[in-house]
Structures are given as structure tokens and as C-alpha cells.
């Protein structure tokens, strides 16, 4: 018996010091937050700043449009626990069940994000699914040692002589947004025949445009290989020195332009939904939406951030007057899909 004692001992013993590892390694054990963002958007002293204070890994894979995003989304098995659409996007991702309900007793920093910018939240007005993140608009970026005379209008898109030196966004509603705004039109609009006019617009640009795209633009203008881009202005300037900055303008054409808010979301089959909350929380704060409003030179949704801005904006929330944000416009986006095929085929 006391053989038989020892060996039950000795088992009890070996199941404790397996138990009490299995405990110490969940402990150390670090949670993951993967997220699924535009490229270039959050600066990589954010990121490490929220995994070193919640010790946590975040896994960051980026996408080029919302269409990309949204696809990929829907087609389901992404394991992502938070996204960063678009207002438009929002909407379609809240028909399609694809977000979790928010409870905004979890991001206590929601407080913080400008009336302005709420007020414009007309894919979700009651913040029920959605943080603002940024806003912001798309416009023209010139190159000025190449091109000296130009006329800040959509109009640029016809000149013959700048033929392959211009690039359009690879992003429908983009596009369509400057001819609609061209033609004098709502970026909104659901009437066929002027979207369909839109449409031999675009046509007419496509011819004297190296190609339709969102991932090259910023780099191809830096170096002089495109000298107008049809773009967001901060994924420029970041790649050019400061002393280099006179030498390229940024503007929103005179017709108008597009108003874009990007957002915050997270999914309904997120893993890790509470570490999410944490960092949509984290993102609002003053000093956080301060580092990346530096490091993308746009203003932030953030009423206290400027109190720690150390750049410049390229332009303020006030000079967007002339720019509409893209709404969802239901089933009416089939008649874009089916103009943009014609466009891009």
C-alpha cells in the first residue's frame, strides 16, 4: 500500500507542476488584435505604444480600396478584429450583418472626437456601429518641377501633352466623385444619365492617364515618373523631404471634391472584440490622434489633438466646404458597378 501511496504521490505531484506551467505560460501568454487597415495610416510608434502598454501582438495587414477590403471581408474567414472603412462601406458592412453592435460605454474617449465630424455620420448617426477615425478628402498632386502651367480643375484630365504622366485613383466611387463634381453633379447621384455622362468623362480621361491606381501614385509623382496624381495628398508628402515640399502642391480642384470619413469597426466574429474596444479607445485619445495627425499631415476628428500637433496640416477641416462626403446609395451602386466595368475593361 505505501508503494502504491508513493506512486500516487509521485503522479499527483507530476500533474501539479504540469498544471502550474500550463498556468505560468497562459499568464505570459501575449493576447492578439488583427487588424485590417489602409495602407500607410497608423505610425508605427502607435502601434508598438498600444502592444508594449496592453501587452499584446497586433497583426496589421493593409488594402488598397474599400472594394478590396469589403470583398475580402464578405468572402469571410479573415479572422480580423477591427476594420477601418469608409462611410459609404459602413453602411453596406451594416446590411450585411458583418459588425458588431458597439457599446460606447467601452470607449469612454468617444467624447473627444469633434461635433463636426459626428454631424456628417449619416451612414450611422447614432455611432451604433461605427468610430470615426479620420476625415479628410482626395484631390490633385502636381509635381511643379515638371508642370508649371496647369489650371486647378478636373479639366487637367484632358490635356493631350500630359499624356502617361497622369494616374487616376483605382477606387470607383473615387473617380466617379470627380467627374460627377466635373460635370457639376452629386457624387451621390442615383440618375442613370448622369452617372452615364460621368462615364464617357472618365472615358475621355482614361485615354491621356498612365492607369487607374492606389498603390504606386504616391512614390511614381515623388520621382518625376507621373507628374499630376489623383490621390490622397498625405500618402505623398510622407515620402518627401521637408526642404522638397515647395517643389509639389496639393489641391482640391475648383469644381469640388469628394469628402471621405474613415472609420473604425469591429466585426462581429472578431476573437478578441474587448482588446478592440481598447484600442478604438486608445486611438481617441488627444495625444495618440495627435502622432498620427503628424505623421499624415491632415487635421484630426480630435477637438484637444492640436494641442499637440508638432506638424503643419496640409489643409483644415474648414477648407472642405466644396466636398461631398460618399454616401451609400443601396442598390443604386449596381449602375456604378456596371459603368465601371465598361471603364476598366
Not at 485590417?36 to 499584446?56: R, S
Not at 468572402?75 to 462601406?89: E, K, L, M, N, Q
Not at 508642370?147 to 473617380?175: A, F, P
Not at 495627435?290 to 491632415?298: G, H, P, Q, R, V
Amino acid at each position: 500500500m505505501k508503494a502504491l501511496k508513493r506512486v500516487f504521490d509521485l503522479v499527483l505531484v507530476g500533474v501539479l507542476f504540469l498544471l502550474l506551467i500550463t498556468l505560468l505560460g497562459s499568464c505570459n501568454k501575449q493576447s492578439t488584435l488583427r487588424i485590417y487597415n489602409w495602407a500607410d495610416y497608423i505610425p508605427e510608434e502607435v502601434i508598438e505604444q498600444f502592444e508594449k502598454e496592453y501587452n499584446c501582438k497586433i497583426i496589421y495587414d493593409t488594402y488598397a480600396s474599400n472594394e478590396e477590403m469589403f470583398a475580402k471581408i464578405k468572402a469571410g474567414g479573415t479572422g480580423y478584429d477591427i476594420v477601418f472603412p469608409s462611410g459609404d462601406h459602413v453602411k453596406m458592412m451594416i446590411n450585411e450583418g458583418l459588425l458588431e453592435k458597439l457599446d460606447l460605454n467601452k470607449v469612454p474617449n468617444f467624447k473627444n472626437i469633434d461635433p463636426l465630424v459626428l454631424a456628417k455620420t449619416t451612414y450611422d448617426p447614432n455611432h451604433e456601429y461605427s468610430v470615426p477615425y479620420m476625415m479628410g478628402t482626395t484631390g490633385l498632386i502636381v509635381n511643379k518641377k515638371y508642370l508649371k502651367d496647369y489650371e486647378k480643375s478636373w479639366s487637367i484630365y484632358e490635356r493631350s501633352d500630359l499624356k502617361g504622366k497622369m494616374t487616376l485613383l483605382d477606387d470607383m466611387r473615387e473617380v466617379f466623385g470627380a467627374a460627377l463634381k466635373y460635370l457639376g453633379y452629386s457624387v451621390n447621384t442615383t440618375n442613370p444619365e448622369e452617372i452615364e455622362k460621368a462615364k464617357q468623362v472618365i472615358l475621355k480621361w482614361k485615354e491621356n492617364i498612365v492607369k487607374f491606381d492606389a498603390t504606386t501614385y504616391a512614390q511614381g509623382v515623388v520621382n518625376g515618373e507621373f507628374w499630376v496624381v489623383h490621390g490622397y495628398p498625405e500618402n505623398v508628402f510622407q515620402l518627401i523631404p521637408e526642404e522638397e515640399r515647395e517643389n509639389f502642391e496639393f489641391f482640391v480642384p475648383k469644381e469640388g471634391g469628394t469628402l471621405w470619413i474613415d472609420n473604425m469597426v469591429i466585426l462581429k466574429d472578431a476573437k478578441n472584440k474587448e482588446l478592440a474596444y481598447k484600442f478604438i479607445d486608445f486611438i481617441l485619445r488627444p495625444e495618440i490622434a495627435a502622432k498620427i495627425s503628424d505623421y499624415l499631415m491632415i487635421p484630426s476628428p480630435i477637438t484637444d489633438a492640436a494641442k499637440y500637433q508638432q506638424v503643419e496640416p496640409l489643409y483644415t477641416l474648414n477648407q472642405l466646404e466644396n466636398c461631398e462626403i460618399i454616401d451609400y446609395i443601396g442598390e443604386y451602386i449596381d449602375l456604378y458597378n456596371k459603368a465601371w466595368e465598361e471603364i476598366i475593361k
